[in-house]
């Protein structure tokens, strides 16, 4: 039997007679090549008994399973469940951007659930001045589909571009964006046009028969998701909103319905040219929808876009609403001839209206914006903002306004009136170019604007009745002011002998703000004069206004007499 010992030194041992002795090395290697024979047939016995013998393994080549992967960035139609999870799912990944919040529940008590996605602070707490608010809205016919799961991609799409997509982050940083999927979640569960109460969504909206009535009596009598809908308008000042259809492909914009509207021929808003403006500018970002034709039906709209009224009425529709009840301009767009196309077309859509979904977003910070305040500084709410023909707009409560403007030179000023008196600022003019995403920024300051109507008299040869000759002498005896009427009062107008005659003119004026508050600060201390806020200020302003009306105007002044007819 052979054994191995521990080396001490340099040789090849083996145990000879008891004995330890150093053979030779030719020795050792026929010992050792024995030695390698004996193992040689102890493995051969082993496989001939069934025993096992260790084998060197074939290197074999790995066959990669390929496992196919759906490019198409929309893939399924969405439940009302997986909808409020991948929305929940976008707020927790980007909490920083993305808001899942609610505006109410449905008939059914299913969630109306909003998604906003913006990255200028909103997200996290109050909007920063001059971000414009923008809206889209989806399936409030309940079996149209398709704008649902592309509001549900554009969340996720935005959300996911943010910091990667120079457009995207571009449009983020600017605006306030908010999302509602499904305004209809009982229709589409029941695959239904209509909600549970089998009511119309679409219409059941304050219309122009509506106008003057009061928040509580609008929302009298309304189904749980449009009044929902109208509470939250009419507390958010959005500037633009796009609401989604399907059995068409087109874009809609007011008038659906006015009082002399004639389905069959088109109703003209005031805002008619911009609303046209921003249908071209979806229809034309869309690979067909410019070309007007259908491709299931047979009639053809002009460049893709109709009139509402000019295509068929619709009483009490929520873009009207939008357009009468708040500053915010809506167009509907009717996205595919289908209203439930198979899955796989969904991703197409996607495609054909991503584009023009940006461009609509980018629009709203188009036209003029800016902050109106009093001359305290303070913000002005409530105030109406007129820019040329186009509809007023009216401020937030921060004192906001924005118009979507189409390019063109305009005037613009704002005014508000109560039982205290009218403010109002001065009229500038601006000028508006063809850029998207960008806007001229106007800022009014409103003034106190106080009247008086002044007496003047005197006696002229050669007058007549209804002689206004001697207007322009009149209007020289007035510095500091801006005139609003210039009459002769009859009545008072006497004859007197050589053909003479007792000439009497009524004359009313708006002051000048900045030399009535020069006069107030010298006199009184005031640094500024507002309108009255009481009844007590009201007394107050009229005494002192009639103080400074009688010392700087009111006596002999050349040939004319001048006394004050009445105050503000």
């Known amino acids: 039997m052979l054994c191995r010992v521990q080396e001490t030194q340099k040789g090849n041992w083996k ?10 090395e030719t020795e050792n290697q026929n010992q050792s090549l024995d030695r390698n024979n004996d193992k040689v047939d102890f493995d051969n016995i082993l496989e001939q008994y069934g025993g096992s013998k260790k084998k060197k393994r074939k290197k074999t080549q790995k066959i990669l399973e390929i496992e196919y992967i ?3 960035f929309i893939q399924k139609y969405h439940s009302h469940e997986d909808m409020i999870d991948a929305l929940d799912l976008l707020s927790q990944k980007y909490p920083s951007i993305v808001k899942r919040y609610s505006i109410g529940r449905s008939e059914e008590e299913r969630e109306l659930a909003v998604i906003q996605i913006s990255a200028t602070g ?3 707490g109050k909007r920063p001045l001059l971000v414009p608010m923008v809206k889209y809205v989806a399936n409030i016919h309940g079996d149209e589909t398709v704008g649902k799961e592309l509001l549900i991609g554009l969340a996720r799409y935005l959300a996911e571009g943010y910091g990667q997509n120079l457009r995207i982050t571009n449009l983020l940083n600017t605006t306030d964006i908010h999302l509602v999927p499904s ?15 089998d009511e119309d969504l679409n219409r059941d909206f304050p219309g122009w028969r509506d106008l003057g009535k009061t928040r509580w009596e609008l929302l009298q009598n309304r189904q749980k998701e449009s009044a929902s809908v109208i509470r939250w308008v009419l507390d ?3 500037v633009l909103s796009l609401s989604f259809h399907e059995g068409r492909v087109l874009v809609n914009y007011p008038w659906d319905d006015s009082p002399a509207a004639v389905e069959g021929e088109k109703a003209c808003c005031p805002d008619d040219a911009v609303f046209s403006k921003l249908s071209q500018l979806y229809a034309n970002n869309h690979p067909f929808m410019w070309t007007g034709k259908c491709l299931c039906h047979s009639d053809t709209f002009d460049q893709g876009i109709s009139n509402g009224a000019e295509w068929y ?21 009717e996205l595919s001839c289908w209203k439930k196309p198979e899955e796989h077309i969904l991703n197409t859509e996607w495609e054909n209206n991503v584009d023009s979904l940006l461009v609509l977003l980018e629009s709203a910070c188009s036209g003029v914006k800016g902050i109106v305040s009093g001359e305290d500084g303070s913000a002005m709410h409530g105030v109406s903002v007129s820019v040329g023909k186009e509809k007023d707009v009216i401020t937030s409560r921060n004192g906001e306004y924005w118009k979507i403007l189409t390019p063109g030179r305009y005037q613009i000023y704002a005014f508000h009136e109560n039982q205290y008196g009218r403010v109002e600022s001065v009229l500038h003019v601006i000028n508006v170019f063809d850029s998207i995403g960008k806007s001229v920024r106007c800022d009014l300051m409103m003034h106190l604007c106080a009247k008086q109507t002044f007496l003047v008299n005197t006696v002229k040869v050669g007058f007549f009745i209804d002689d206004m000759k001697f207007k322009d002498e009149v209007l020289t005896l007035f510095h500091d002011t801006s005139l609003i009427s210039f009459n002769v009062v009859k009545e008072e107008c006497k004859n007197l002998s050589d053909n003479s005659r007792h000439i009497v ?9 900045e030399p009535l ?14 309108r009255p806020l009481s009844d007590v200020e009201s007394k107050k302003l009229n005494r002192r206004i009639h103080i400074y009306a009688s010392e700087k105007w009111c006596g002999r002044k050349e040939d004319w007499s001048i006394k004050l007819k009445e105050s503000i």
């Not at 003119?505 to 703000?513: A, I, K, Q």
């Not at 508050?517 to 507002?530: A, I, L, M």
Request: proline residues 8%; contains cysteine; hydrophobic residues 35%.
């Open 122 to 124: 909103s997200v996290k």
């Open 70 to 72: 759906d490019p198409s």
């Open 183 to 197: 305004l209809n979640p009982d229709g589409n569960f029941y695959e239904s046009r209509h909600n549970i109460n």
């Open 313 to 333: 009425l619709v009483d009490n529709g929520m873009q009207d609403f939008n357009y009468l009840f708040s500053n915010c301009l809506e167009i509907t767009v």
């Open 15 to 24: 145990k000879v007679n008891g004995k330890w002795k150093n053979l030779p």
């Open 505 to 513: 003119y009524s004359v009313e004026f708006t002051l000048l703000p």
């Open 236 to 238: 958010n000042p959005f």
């Open 517 to 530: 508050f020069e006069f107030f600060k010298e006199r009184w201390g005031e640094p500024f004069v507002r």
